[in-house]
Nanobody, 113 residues
């Protein structure tokens, strides 16, 4: 019953920006939303999380460049990505945590030199 749908990925040159969105659908209450990413040959890693109260947490590699936000009325979480680097290239996954952990299918972000 719970679905997460990511959008906003694409190809951008280094130094550019992208804004990812994740809409969640379902009848459950979600406490924490987050973004994770996985590059080829690497493990999935945390990018950022935000609680329903607005508390945020970021990976050191994206602090100062990425901003996570949440619109509870719209059931949507965003990830604003600025000053993108080729190292940010990965599939970005949306996560929702309640009684269980739910995942979207991912959106590709590619940053060219």
């Amino acid at each position: 019953q719970v679905q997460l749908v990511e959008s906003g990925g694409g190809l951008v040159q280094a130094g550019g920006s992208l804004r990812l969105s994740c809409a969640h659908f379902g009848s459950i209450s979600i406490n924490t939303m987050g973004w994770y990413r996985q590059a080829p040959g690497k493990q999935r890693e945390l990018v950022a999380t935000v609680t329903s109260r607005g508390s945020t947490n970021y990976a050191d590699s994206v602090k100062g460049r990425f901003t996570i936000s949440r619109d509870n009325a719209k059931n949507t979480v965003y990830l604003e990505m600025n000053s993108l680097k080729p190292e940010d290239t990965a599939i970005y996954y949306c996560n929702a945590q309640s009684t269980y952990s739910y995942w979207g299918r991912g959106t590709q972000v590619t940053v060219s030199s």
